[in-house]
């Protein structure tokens, strides 16, 4: 199917994967230093060493951040969206580690036409998984996106 997908082109069951994507020190690095974060479980690796995880975590919004860029990479509401409407019911499920391997899953929970015609609001259930498969972080992020006549008018 052609991108982006429009209100019309989604329905619920379809289910969409981003290509994957390494976190990085320097990732951390620069989370940390533009949202002042630097908690010493991410930014201090002796510290770190001494945890639960026995190394550094990344932080848990870079990887919902993530989340959002990794779902531009499918393409999918490319040019189509007009509005994140919520981060719901989010959950960090697990740690992530500098040098995981992450994806991206999207579910179409549900699609509904708006009052205005012009629109609808697509519910959809994101998973963040790591190179293992393991469910790292998940939630609803639900969105706004355009119909197919008023993308082309």
């Known amino acids: 199917m052609p991108f982006p997908h429009y209100l019309e082109d989604l329905e619920a069951g379809q289910r969409f994967t981003s290509p994957g994507r390494t976190i990085t020190e320097a990732d951390v690095m620069s989370f940390a230093s533009w949202t002042n974060d630097n908690n010493q479980v991410h ?24 989340c959002l ?15 994140l409407l919520g981060i719901d019911g989010w959950r960090f499920a697990a740690p ?17 036409l708006t009052s205005k015609g012009t629109t609808g609001i697509v519910e959809r259930q994101v998973t963040l998984t790591n190179q293992r498969g393991e469910t790292v972080q998940e939630g609803r992020m639900d969105l706004m996106v355009l119909t197919r006549a008023a993308a082309l008018a």
Do not use: K
């Open 43 to 66: 930014t201090d690796v002796e510290f770190a060493n001494r945890t639960r995880y026995g190394q550094r975590i990344v932080h848990g919004m870079l990887g919902t951040s993530l």
């Open 69 to 83: 860029g990794l779902i531009a990479r499918t393409g999918v509401f490319e040019g189509s969206a007009v509005a």
């Open 96 to 112: 992530i580690f500098i040098g995981d391997t992450v994806t991206c899953t999207v579910e179409i929970l549900s699609t509904r």
